[in-house]
């Protein structure tokens, strides 16, 4: 699993990763928020908060979670053809799928600096107000990380940030003894 607060390139770091390492496959999560005018429209899968609904009460979701007033939900997992799978998810659906999996491993990404995730919640295109709001709970996402066991990763650079996340992956893989997490 792979989380962190918004702005800190979780996105485009999982993306690399999975490009570089065929092995790894991405689930690709739900979501009742509007697209932002800079996303793809594969980032998520955008619903209505109906549909959202729906397939939680039939028990579709490995986890899911409200954040600043929208739902987010990592679907049940389907046939990953026995490679990997990484999860792009928030602290408190990681905390869930943790319970559920406790040998999962949680990589927690970190911006290098406020002011650089700041920088990059702007140039995404969030309104002002989800800035300032994403910042505020980067701080508690982070010790909740902490709290969950999580390797911890400061995105300075993408390729050397997936190079550090491969290497946590790997030793994973070591330690349990398995080819795969």
Same mark, same amino acid.
């Given at each position: ?17 999975? @490009? ?7 689930? &690709? ?15 998520? +899968? ?9 397939? #939680? ?12 007033? *929208? ?11 026995? &490679? ?16 559920? +999996? ?19 919640? #702007?140039?995404?295109?969030?309104? +002002? @107000? ?5 910042? =505020? ?10 709290? /969950?066991?999580? =390797?911890?990763?400061? *995105?300075?650079?993408?390729? +050397?940030?997936?190079? /550090? ?12 003894? #398995?080819?795969?997490?």
């Amino acid at each position: 699993m792979v989380s962190g607060p918004g702005g800190v390139g979780k996105s485009t770091v999982v993306k690399a990763l999975v @490009e570089k390492y065929p092995e790894l496959w991405l689930s &690709r999560s739900w979501t009742t928020r509007e697209r932002r005018p800079s996303e793809s429209p594969e980032a998520y +899968e955008f619903v209505t908060v109906d549909e959202f609904e729906k397939r #939680r009460a039939d028990d579709g979701f490995l986890e899911y979670a409200e954040f600043l007033g *929208n739902y987010y939900g990592t679907p049940a997992l389907e046939d990953t053809d026995g &490679r990997d799978v990484i999860l792009e998810i928030d602290v408190q659906g990681a905390r869930q799928v943790v319970e559920r +999996e406790p040998e999962a491993v949680l990589i927690f990404l970190q911006a290098p600096s406020e002011s650089e995730q700041l920088a990059r919640l #702007r140039r995404r295109g969030d309104p +002002e @107000e989800k800035v300032a709001q994403r910042v =505020q709970k980067a701080a508690q996402e982070a010790d909740a990380g902490r709290e /969950l066991g999580a =390797q911890i990763i400061t *995105n300075f650079d993408i390729a +050397e940030t997936v190079e /550090l996340m491969w290497a946590v992956i790997e030793k994973a893989r070591a330690a349990s003894g #398995r080819t795969g997490l």
